[in-house]
């Protein structure tokens, strides 16, 4: 059974930094293509940026240019690296591990993130 465990959320002024990292274990990495989903009050949850297992990366428009993800194959872990912070951004960001052709996805337990003067 996969199990995620993501860290790095906070509390940041407009214009601030953070780093998530989602520890991915029970299962082999590579497998699975991972994402950051972001769910604000009141909003459906989205899909922020994904990674797969080689490295080809996508991000909704609102981020790029600002977040970066990225994963460690060998640490089995992912990663989100938000910068230029905006209020916007404000939400609980969820990891997740998707494979298709295994028909499995698995969602860790969520991390808020801030962003407030």
């Known amino acids: 059974q996969v199990q995620l465990v993501e860290s790095g959320g906070g509390l940041v002024q407009p214009g601030g930094s953070l780093r998530l990292s989602c520890a991915f274990s029970?299962?082999?990495?590579?497998?699975?293509?991972m994402g950051w989903y972001r769910q604000a009050p009141g909003k459906q949850r989205e899909l922020v940026a994904a990674?797969?297992?080689?490295?080809?990366?996508n991000y909704i428009d609102s981020v790029k240019g600002r977040f970066t993800i990225s994963r460690t194959n060998a640490k089995k872990t992912v990663y989100l690296q938000m910068n230029s912070l905006k209020p916007d951004d404000t939400a609980v960001y969820y990891c997740?591990?998707?494979?298709?052709?295994?028909?499995?996805?698995?969602w860790g337990q969520g991390t808020q993130v801030t962003v407030s003067s």
């Open positions: 029970g299962s082999i990495f590579r497998f699975y293509t």
């Open positions: 990674i797969t297992s080689g490295g080809n990366t």
């Open positions: 997740n591990a998707e494979s298709t052709s295994r028909g499995e996805n698995y």
